[in-house]
DNA sequence: ACTCATTTTCAAAGCGCTTTGGATAACGAC
DNA sequence: GTCGTTATCCAAAGCGCTTTGAAAATGAGT
């Protein structure tokens, strides 16, 4: 069922069909009800691609997967933060695309999205310090919006952001006002700009405490279970281990409780530890008593925030670049303590 | 940049320069050389729209995104299905595309997707053991696939899934080779088709071994860390607890053993546990020695498969629906062990 | 009854591509 | 020199929609 058939069941001209269908005003509501009621008799729905090219726009908004071939890894924040923006998507009524793209050819990916007009905008996500795809779109002048910042970018862009660098100031500071001086960060890998702001937070508070950083407390991994209870483990080998440890993800955390665990100490009594919780759906961090200290920011609805900007700017491309910054709260869960007593 | 601007650049037709980058052969090695040359010069890409509306065919997948309103839930597994997926949508030259649906409409989702022509064919997941959108799928004649089953579906479709029945039914037979006789089972959702025959696959095998299943020891909850926690620790006060669990999912497990732990069981001596492990790229499960004893199949592995049964079933649509069952290893792991002595 | 303004409808062009059905050129063979 | 073949290339139609510019219908005013 398209257009053409569809306007010669009604005896009346594509142009009027469509233009009742699309709300313009020169059309009687007469006929717009007719319209309306045979559309839905018999389950019209205007092609995408026909539509798109009569109109130019795509509707359609691009994430690109990038697949490291190195550590096959997929954010885990990525499902919930695409439930989010799906949403606003839908709401809108736009439609969203994936496009898998292997690390080297991510710039290419971008590009050739838009080349095809398949996108009418992209969503970027996961930046790093030094981030060439967000230049390559910028000069491409085409919307789009970072979850997340870069600090290396030379040019203004939108984006949407935790403050990352205060949520583990002040989840530090928490530490050190319950007595803590061996405090460790298991950050995620250095190379993301989330993980260099959360340990300029780190480091800050630190030093606003007269405390020196110990390079051997700063542990920089991906974010896997795995890999915070090897960091973990690791540590509490040290002559002066921790009391305390900030992980960057839940996931992580909970490698750090198992390592907790095989030594024998007690979370929350023996060693304290924050984590930086996303809200992710499977990964609840408990009912009613958190069982995490964490710094707390739901990613999905950074997703919901990040699509409609995004859906803002394509609206308005004209307008300079905007940009969001989220609190994350400190809530306060069993899994911090004062430092215990070494005698 | 588009074909016709590029042709008249060449001083060649719309239709030689079309056929020089489709590979077509009425066209002399000379030209299309030339062509190929202008080509990636200007950094022509054809206009997808465009392109599918001329051809019929969007080159485009579905996946349809159920946000239950409910349970805010995304499902743990979907980011590495999805990477899977994408990889091989990619080489087969297919875009990703995603959309939302309240519960509700998620069967009116699959029908527009087709209807606007956005789609050549869909997959769907997380089919339960009534599932309507398998019937209303296989009504309209369009290509999909099912990344598992449903028991409950009166036509032939094309699916992959994984032999949950079997492989819960060697993790059981495994559990009570041990000596173990109270086995637990913390199941996913059972209305959902997997869970489903997990608890068969457990039954068959305590049947098999002449114990009676107890109801007190199957559970079956969202699989999340909280519930795994919460059904574990409520067994644990059982008069006659459970010396063994199965877990549906690693995430589930994670929550059976903090609740292991906070009774001051150890996992492996006091209590065994089986996970099932869909090997997510962020919770490997030990490198040398896994952590969980766990029933193992690659759900990244299972989105790849899915897309190309897809792509050949778009591609050969009169062909009879192909399915294809996958066998879960049974990984051993340091979370098992014999029956403890109760004296 | 006639004009003018307004409302309602329509025919046709155009979006960027593929593809059908020729047309033209080149090349031997006779 | 003519004919048939083959190798190249092209004009134009068509995919399903929107939108421009014009025409038909309606209604009000005189």
């Given amino acids: 069922m398209n257009l053409k058939q569809l306007s010669q069941i009604l005896g009346l001209s594509q142009t009027t069909v469509s233009r009742a269908l699309n709300g313009y005003p020169e059309v009687s509501e007469a006929t717009r009800m007719r319209v309306q009621a045979a559309a839905a008799k018999h389950g019209y729905r205007p092609n995408s691609r026909a539509k798109g090219l009569a109109t130019g726009k795509a509707m359609v908004i691009g994430h690109v997967i990038p697949s490291s071939s190195q550590h096959e890894m997929v954010n885990p924040i990525f499902g919930d933060f695409v439930a989010g923006a799906a949403r606003k998507y839908a709401e809108h009524g736009y439609d969203m695309m994936f496009t898998h ?80 001086r061996r405090i460790a960060l298991i950050n995620g890998l250095e190379e993301m700009d989330f993980a260099q702001r959360r340990r300029e937070g780190y480091l800050e508070a630190l030093q606003m405490a007269g405390l020196a950083p110990d390079p051997e407390l700063m542990r920089s991994a991906e974010m896997t279970e795995i890999y915070g209870h090897h960091e973990t483990r690791n540590m509490l080998q040290l002559a002066d281990p921790p009391t305390a440890i900030l992980a960057a993800s839940m996931i992580s955390a909970i490698g750090v409780r198992r390592a907790l665990d095989e030594a024998g100490l007690k979370m929350g009594r023996d060693v304290s530890v924050i984590a930086h919780d996303d809200e992710l759906s499977y990964l609840k961090n408990g009912q009613d008593v958190p069982i995490f200290t964490a710094t707390r920011s739901s990613v999905r609805h950074a997703g919901e925030i990040a699509a409609e900007m995004l859906i803002d700017r394509i609206n308005t491309p004209e307008d300079p670049p905007k940009t969001r910054l989220l609190e994350a709260e400190l809530v306060l869960g069993s899994s911090t303590g004062p430092t215990p007593d070494r005698s």
């Fill in 101 to 180: 793209a292997d690390d080297i050819s991510i710039e290419e990916a971008y590009r050739t999205l838009f080349k095809r007009g398949a996108v009418d905008g992209v969503v970027l996500q996961g930046p790093k310090v030094v981030e060439p795809r967000i230049s390559v779109l910028a000069k491409m002048n085409v919307p789009f919006i970072v979850h997340g910042r870069s600090t290396g970018a030379g040019e203004p862009y939108s984006w949407i952001d935790v403050n990352n660098k205060r949520s583990f100031l002040r989840a530090t500071q928490f530490l050190i006002d319950l007595g803590h």
